[in-house]
């Protein structure tokens, strides 16, 4: 393709396309023109797995690279390329896209020179146009491989300034492979790096190219391998160093290492060691040094009498390869290397005989000796090459043929196979000869084997026992849970280590230089385990339950199920510290233990009152503690002294259990005192005319009744649930009670009303019914106030129930953008992208800054996964804040999705908390475009609200289910009913005065003939001052 190095030196200073995703790099190349010029400089790396010689030839063709080219275009473009007047080309074997999107196309040229010939038409003369465009062209060459060291580098282009090992550092970060030793020369400026591993070239220059080391500009070239030349005749080490040194100082303006060392075991033979890119010119200078010879390129496997035979039309393999075993291999018909070797020179037009006689295609013995010269290097060249490349040969050292004859049956399908050939004589070094890649492999295995048996016999001679002291107990606990132990032992080749509690030390026996190590390595650990200590003051009663084995079996699982943790811990003076391997490892490890041992004040809150306060002496109350104990195992529950509540420590799974059965302990024995006086008209009738009414009520329900002495209200004794049930069958007759108002505006009868207070009486006695003068504030004084925040949602409520926490839960039939509650829950994705449904509706009414909002969130902090919660401003709603909830879309129940949506309703409830949020509208969540079933998303949000009320939990005072669609309401409202109204219901328990009396009276005003009047609910209030209320039984 090049023909010389400037062709290549002109390619390396054109820039790529800016355009072009390929990095390729061109290495110096050299003709080695000694042994036989190549026709192509051309040199392909061998074909991959699964891939065709013709198919890897064009892949690593020399193309071109055209951007910016349409589809209808391609034909053109071919046709303009392949014609060798517009463009210089030629045939082309492929043309086609690479990436279609960016118009870019791949051209590979049938001859590799067209490719170079084009491109350098088009840069340096005038540009290929196309559609009247110049176009955009990128030459890619392939890797042409030569004879380059694969463990060493140069690297030039800097001064002395910079720090030896910090280039060192440099280079091992690049090549990701460690960096063996360095070499500089005087003034600093080059370096030749020798690397540990065989070095990967390219993916050095390309992460040269990503990270270039500041201030520096530095050039890394592979090394290439040093060339050895082989000199016949009456010479000396000098005769042959300073005649050609000074040759090539005065050739190339240079210092070049010429290296001279005598053959062993031929006084007349030397091998000359010299750098490839003056191997052309130390090849020409025979002459210049004298009692010379010959002068020949060397080889590792050329024999040293290979020289004196080069006129010879037929040579014998004994005369190319030195070593016997070798020889043997290749010359042996049963044997795979001779099969081999056979049938590549045949493909080069050379023949082996079985006995190893080579005989080339030479027809005329009258060929001048140059042909023949150039012809037997070619026989030289090819069978050099294959040995190189295909088989080697290998000698042990120390191995005994013991141990060898131990380690070949593993090998017995190579042998079998006649893949190698050993050769095994006592006392003498074992000979393995064959297959290359057999070779290698065996004799590592070998080496491996011989290391490790010498390695045996020296331990057995060396082994001790040392002891490591003044190692805490912690320390050990956590050596021994991470197996440390274990990968020290193995690491240093010890035969045990353990820890001794007992003497508070570690154990170890080995060689005296391994245990030194493993002590060095356990001695910088200790200091870190120290130092990751974390501690922190925990209660009597947290501790009594974390030191139990059951909270210890359960810490150690969740340790576990946690990225594996491994921790110790100790408890001294109410502390307790936590240890593991690192600071943070023992940071997670303590929230862990906090997790997992639950720790709480029963009622949360508040204090006990008289009554809660006289059940715990009693004996119920020491009976069901001591059930509960031994249930929720381990649980311990204490009376405080100092404040008035239990105090409880368990684990957390146990928790929610615990707290439900003493709710209900209380609630079934706790008796108090309940008066009711919402209706004293209604009352007042009962005790007149259904006075029985009341016994059989407190016979029925277990309760004390007690009628107060102005007949118009009822007090009551008993439990919580007793009490409900009783106000409840109450309110039933009192809603049977019939209430009116009349307005008598007659002055005349007014005044005799007033004059005659038995009057009244009377007409009720006669008509069955109770007659009573309506007095200003006589109905609003029975109704207790009712916070503000409750009252003004009750316009469109459906249905509502009070919890035993105060909480109204109410069915409400909405739109929730227009709601004034102290916080609205948005349905919203995980991106925050308010595009549909519900979250389109609150970013068009409250503005755009919602998801301007939102977008720097999710920019700052990434997108939401499902059941997280984000809090924004309300923009233009009256609302103060919304909770952006993203609830799970329906997966039929494969991802867990109703505990997500109930986990998500609970997020939405601790954001509350924390922004002290005392009202709430949650739409159902999930339900529209992630297609969650409507009833299994009711169940799990007043689940939620269930699962809070129950643990005894934050609960804002107002929670609004809210929907414009009847069917979802009707689902809210039905389990709600299901889920309180047993306990809890607001019918059941008219302790606080319904909705409906709260709501207060509404006032509107009428003219009559005799004057105005003021109608406030059914009290009419005349203008002289009187209101009149008529109250009918069941007529």
């Known amino acids: 393709m090049y023909v010389t190095c400037v062709d290549v030196d002109c390619v390396i200073r054109k820039k790529p396309h800016k355009q072009s995703q390929w990095r390729f790099d061109v290495a110096e190349y050299y003709a080695d023109v000694g042994v036989c010029k190549p026709d192509s400089l051309v040199v392909y790396p061998p074909v991959e797995m699964g891939e065709t010689e013709d198919a890897a030839k064009v892949r690593k063709m020399p193309a071109l690279f055209v951007s910016s080219i349409d589809e209808h275009d391609l034909d053109t473009l071919k046709m303009l ?38 491109y350098y038409l088009h840069c340096s003369r005038k540009p290929l146009c196309l559609n009247d465009k110049s176009l955009e062209m990128e030459l890619e060459l392939p890797w042409l491989t030569d004879n380059h060291d694969d463990h060493r580098v140069r690297v030039s282009g800097f001064t002395e300034e910079l720090d030896p090992e910090k280039l060192r550092f440099y280079l091992s970060a690049l090549s990701n492979n460690s960096v063996r030793q360095m070499s500089f020369n005087k003034e600093q400026t080059r370096a030749i790096a020798e690397f540990k591993e065989s070095l990967d070239f390219g993916l050095l220059l390309s992460n040269q190219h990503k990270f270039p080391l500041p201030e520096f500009s530095l050039k890394i070239q592979p090394e290439p391998k040093p060339y050895q030349l082989t000199a016949t ?111 590549f020179l045949c493909e080069h037009g050379i023949s082996l005989a079985p006995k190893g006689v080579i005989t080339s295609n030479l027809t005329s013995s009258k060929q001048k000796n140059r042909e023949v010269l150039k012809n037997w290097r070619k026989r030289r060249d090819l069978i050099d090459d294959f040995i190189r490349s295909n088989v080697s040969v290998y000698y042990t050292q120390t191995l005994t043929q013991q141990v060898f004859n131990k380690l070949k049956p593993r090998f017995k399908n190579l042998f079998a196979n006649k893949e190698v050939v050993t050769k095994v004589v006592e006392g003498k070094p074992i000979g393995i000869a064959g297959i290359k890649g057999n070779v290698e492999q065996l004799a590592q295995d070998l080496t491996k084997a011989t290391a490790k048996y010498e390695a045996e016999i020296r331990d057995e001679k060396a082994t001790m026992t040392e002891v490591l002291p003044n190692v805490f107990d912690y320390q050990l606990n956590i050596m021994k849970q991470t197996d440390f132990f274990t990968t020290l032992q193995q690491k240093h080749k010890l035969k045990a280590v353990s820890g001794d509690v007992q003497q508070h030390a570690v154990v170890f026996t080995g060689v005296p230089a391994n245990i030194e190590a493993a002590q060095r390595e356990t001695l910088n650990l200790l200091p870190h385990l120290a130092e990751s200590k974390v501690s922190e003051q925990k209660k009597l009663l947290f501790l009594k339950v974390f030191k139990t084995a059951i909270a210890e079996k359960s810490i150690r699982q969740e340790l576990l199920a946690a990225e594996k943790l491994q921790a110790t811990w100790t408890v001294e003076n109410q502390t307790l510290s936590v240890y593991s391997v690192d600071k943070s490892s023992a940071v997670k490890a303590l929230k862990i233990i906090n997790e997992v041992v639950w720790e709480a004040h029963y009622p949360q809150g508040r204090e006990l009152d008289d009554p809660e306060k006289k059940i715990l002496i009693s004996g119920k109350w020491n ?80 309760v004390k009744v007690t009628i107060r002495a102005d007949g118009k209200s009822v007090a009551i004794e008993g439990t919580r649930d007793d009490n409900a049930n009783f106000g409840c069958s109450l309110d039933k007759h009192l809603k049977g009670v019939f209430h009116d108002f009349h307005i008598i505006d007659n002055r005349a009868r007014v005044q005799h009303i007033n ?68 916080a609205i829950v948005n349905a919203a994705n995980g991106d925050l992208k308010h595009g549909g449904g519900l979250a389109l509706a609150i970013v068009q009414k409250g503005g755009s800054g919602i998801q301007q909002e939102c977008d720097h969130y999710v920019q700052k902090n990434g997108k939401l996964m499902e059941g997280e919660v984000m809090t ?83 609960l804002p005072q107002l929670i609004s289910l809210v929907d414009n669609k009847s069917d979802s309401l009707q689902l809210f409202e039905t389990e709600l009913r299901r ?33 105005k009047y003021t109608i406030t609910d059914n009290t009419i209030k005349l203008a002289s001052g009187i209101s009149i209320e008529l109250v009918y039984g069941d007529s």
């Open 872 to 954: 924004s401003s309300p923009g233009n709603l009256s609302c103060k804040k919304i909770f952006h909830a993203v609830g799970p879309r329906w997966a039929n129940g494969r991802n867990h999705e109703e505990p997500t949506l109930l986990n998500c309703i609970d997020n939405c409830f601790l954001e509350a908390e924390k922004e002290k949020i005392h009202s709430i509208a949650i739409p159902p969540i999930s339900t529209g475009i992630f297609k969650f079933p409507m009833n299994m998303a009711v169940k799990a949000i007043v689940g939620a609200i269930e699962q809070r009320e129950k643990n005894n939990e934050y």
């Open 979 to 1011: 889920v309180f109204d047993k306990a809890f219901s607001q019918e059941a328990a008219p302790v606080k005065p319904s909705n409906s009396a709260k709501a207060g009276p509404t006032k509107s005003s009428f003219s009559s003939a005799t004057g």
């Open 755 to 822: 004059d005659d207070p038995e009057f009244l009486e009377t007409v009720g006695w006669r008509n069955n019914c109770l007659v009573v003068k309506h007095e200003e504030g006589g109905v609003e004084k029975a109704v207790e106030p009712e916070p503000l925040s409750v009252t003004s949602h009750q316009t469109n409520c459906l249905y509502s129930v009070t919890l035993p926490s105060g909480t109204v839960c109410e069915v409400k039939r909405a739109d929730i953008t227009s709601l004034s509650h102290d």
């Open 81 to 118: 390329l392949s014609n060798q007047k517009r463009s210089g080309g030629g045939t082309i074997t492929s043309c086609d896209f690479v990436r279609r999107k960016e118009g870019l196309v791949k051209v590979i040229y049938e001859d590799p020179k067209v490719a170079d010939r084009v």
């Open 623 to 702: 009976d069901k503690k001591a059930e509960l104990c031994k249930k929720f195992e381990p649980l311990e529950i204490v009376n405080f002294n100092d404040k008035t509540g239990l105090g409880m420590a368990g684990l957390v799974h146990n928790k929610g259990h615990v707290l439900e059965e003493i709710s209900f302990f209380f609630s079934k024995n706790v008796m108090r005192k309940v008066v009711f006086d919402n209706f004293p008209e209604k009352i007042y009738f009962l005790v007149k005319h259904n006075k029985e009414v009341f016994n059989e009520l407190a016979g029925k329900h277990n």
């Open 233 to 343: 005749g009456s010479l000396t080490k000098d005769g042959i160093e300073l005649p050609l040194e000074n040759l090539l100082r005065r050739e190339f303006n240079r210092d070049v290492d010429i290296v001279a060392e005598r053959l062993t075991g031929h006084s007349d033979k030397w091998i000359i060691t010299i750098s490839p890119d003056v191997l052309e010119f130390v090849l020409r200078q025979k002459n210049r040094v004298r009692h010379c010879e010959t002068l020949s390129i060397h080889s590792d496997f050329l024999g040293p009498d290979a020289t004196c035979k080069v006129q010879k039309k037929s040579d014998e393999l004994s005369n190319f390869v030195a070593d016997n075993l070798l020889l043997y291999f290749l010359q042996n018909p049963n044997y795979s290397g001779h099969k081999k070797l056979e049938a």
